[in-house]
């Protein structure tokens, strides 16, 4: 089974922090993604990468930046966290084709104060 | 760019009875979708997936969709719910060309079972 692993389930930061979230596969999935989910706006698409140190924007990227240094690893930074990121992030992979579908890790919750 | 539409953010139903979650797709080339389920504080996990080989899909845990392209419909069914299904849904559909593997979710749909 693909196992996705989220380093942390619940975070508590401060206004400004910079906060690292990060995400390990162990599939040797070619593509990774961030979401965020909200009540009530489903779950949007913050960043995805389709290779080592390559990136893409997604839907909502402000605010926000990533890094893959290695094809298992990808990491969501938020530069300076605000209070409208609290949210529960999630972290996907796939295999490097478009009819794969996502595996998930279990999700972190942020809390920005 | 391929869209989905849930019908219904809550659904409600007895335990025992059928369950159908609506999931209506756009899009300009045929499709690939998804559905996933969501339990509480957890991430989402594959339900069943429409790759063209077959219009009528079966998933885990006793779930089944019918891909109906003349309806432009990809609905999620159950002959008899369980407690245990009590969760959140979501229908997706995965994006082709320069955006290959990128999936665009719907709003998700709660169901709740009652005893």
């Known amino acids: 089974d693909v196992k996705v692993t989220q380093s942390s389930r619940y975070l508590v930061k401060r206004t400004g922090e910079k906060v690292f979230l990060e995400c390990v596969q162990d599939?040797?999935?070619?593509?990774m993604f961030w979401y965020r989910q909200d009540p009530g706006l489903g779950l949007r698409l913050i960043y995805f990468?389709?290779?080592?140190?390559?990136?893409e924007k997604g839907d909502i990227p402000e605010g926000y930046s990533v890094s893959r240094e290695k094809k298992e690893r990808f990491s969501l930074i938020l530069e300076s966290a605000s209070t409208n990121q609290t949210s529960m992030y999630l972290c996907?992979?796939?295999?490097?084709?478009?009819?794969?579908?996502?595996?998930f890790g279990n999700g972190t919750r942020l809390t920005v104060t | 760019a391929q869209s989905v539409t849930q019908l219904g953010s809550h659904v409600s139903v007895s335990e025992g009875a059928l369950v159908l979650l609506r999931c209506n797709y756009s899009?300009?080339?045929?499709?690939?979708l998804f559905w996933y389920v969501q339990y509480p504080n957890q991430g989402l996990q594959l339900l069943l997936k429409?790759?063209?080989?077959?219009?009528l899909v079966k998933g885990i845990n006793g779930f089944e969709a019918e891909f109906k392209k003349s309806e432009t419909s990809f609905h999620l069914t159950k002959p008899s719910a369980h407690m245990s299904d009590a969760a959140e849904y979501f229908c997706?559909?995965?994006?082709?060309?320069?955006?290959?593997?990128?999936?665009?979710f719907g709003d998700g749909t709660t169901l709740t079972v009652k005893p």
């Open positions: 996907a992979s796939s295999l490097g084709r478009y009819y794969s579908p996502l595996h």
């Open positions: 599939m040797d999935h070619e593509n």
């Open positions: 990468s389709y290779d080592v140190k390559m990136k």
């Open positions: 899009s300009s080339v045929p499709p690939y």
């Open positions: 429409y790759t063209s080989a077959a219009t």
């Open positions: 997706a559909v995965n994006q082709g060309g320069t955006n290959a593997g990128k999936s665009t």
